[in-house]
């Protein structure tokens, strides 16, 4: 399997760390998303991925884009170490709770939308780093309010295994660190992100432990 | 079951054409966006999701959130007319394109993602609707590039018979319209989407079909 990355990419972390749970061996082919306006808009990327974002994968001759449905790829054809519960209700809550973020949080935050604000709409470093935070830290706060309390979490999101929703929350914690939210008032998100930086698997994904890191 | 639901919204949308695709029946229940400064924001239904994002689906004395982890959900419990195909890869492929709209436009293009740029950003309507038909038009354009010239696309996204990833697109593709975006590159899309506005599933979930629709 090939692993189309930046180290920095969000997305490309979380299915960094799903690859790393399964055990699964992979070549990394970085991706810079910045160096020379951006490689992810080159033509030769194009071809593999016409939406120019990164991760793609590369397996069994196919590309395969957008991270949580290559993270449901390699659970249905690796189904060793589990990522998604059995059930339909727990399964459910799992790809909700990544989709939280998925969907409500890091598309907001991307490199090109940054961008955008930036240079179309002319908002300064502040503005941007405080749309930002607003983002993450709504997010979060609704992350937060839907696994406190509830016995289904455990020492992860969803009982005591890491699964699919762990790989979207760390690397969104990790995005909000380096902006500086605030997650004081969010601490079964922080227990459950020490944990998973206790796991080899999760080090070994971390955007400063990749070949492309800067 | 019971559906919360935005005529307007484009993640209700979705989770509506899924119910009526499997032919399920359903109590809607209308939770204004805007109306009163929003009804999603009441402490009565961020108990219920405390996201405060519609839609909602309760089922089996529990409340589900995320209108992909919703129709998955569906398609799990209620296996008869599959959204999803069989195959692993071809399961990728459907859940990329559906997130292809999910994650890659719809996040940008929310209601409170445009009213923080009024509001907060002070980005003038012309402003905001730029923003508008240019996350839309570049996501489309992916999703155009990845269907065109496939030839496991078919009379809908995947094949002939609708399901996850057109559960998306028509609800982005009524949005984009709504916008003036231009979509004249797009004669994939366009196809697909009208074959699917010709069925009774996608035309009973249509915002101006619903019971709260203005």
Redesign the interface.
């Known amino acids: 399997m090939r692993l189309y990355t930046y180290f920095r990419s969000s997305a490309a972390y979380r299915v960094r760390i799903a690859l790393n749970l399964k055990g699964l061996e992979y070549e990394a082919v970085p991706v810079h998303l910045l160096r020379g306006g951006g490689e992810h808009r080159r033509p030769e990327y194009l071809e593999l991925n016409?939406?120019?974002?990164v991760p793609a994968l590369e397996d069994?001759g196919?590309v395969?884009?957008?991270s949580?449905?290559?993270i449901?790829?390699l659970d249905?054809?690796h189904p060793q170490v589990p990522l998604l519960p059995a059930g339909?209700?727990e399964?459910?809550?799992v790809?909700?709770i990544?989709?939280?973020t998925?969907?409500?949080i890091?598309?907001?935050n991307n490199l090109r939308?940054l961008q955008?604000?930036g240079q179309?709409?002319g908002?300064s470093e502040a503005?941007r780093n405080?749309?930002y935070r607003?983002w993450v830290e709504l997010?979060l706060?609704?992350v937060e309010?839907?696994l406190a309390g509830d016995e289904l979490t455990g020492a992860y999101c969803h009982g005591d295994r890491p699964g699919l929703a762990d790989c979207c929350l760390v690397p969104q914690v990790f995005n909000a660190r380096r902006f500086d939210c605030d997650l004081s008032a969010m601490p079964t998100v922080r227990g459950i992100v020490a944990r998973c930086e206790e796991l080899e698997a999760f080090r070994r994904a971390a955007p400063m432990a990749q070949p492309d890191a800067e």
Chains 1, 2 share one sequence.
């Not at 016409?50 to 974002?53: D, E, K, M, R, V």
């Open positions: 016409p939406a120019g974002l069994a196919q395969l884009t957008q949580l449905a290559i449901e790829y249905e054809t339909a209700l399964r459910a809550r790809r909700a990544a989709q939280a998925a969907c409500d890091h598309p907001l939308v955008y604000l179309t709409l908002a503005q405080a749309w607003h997010g706060a609704a309010a839907r």
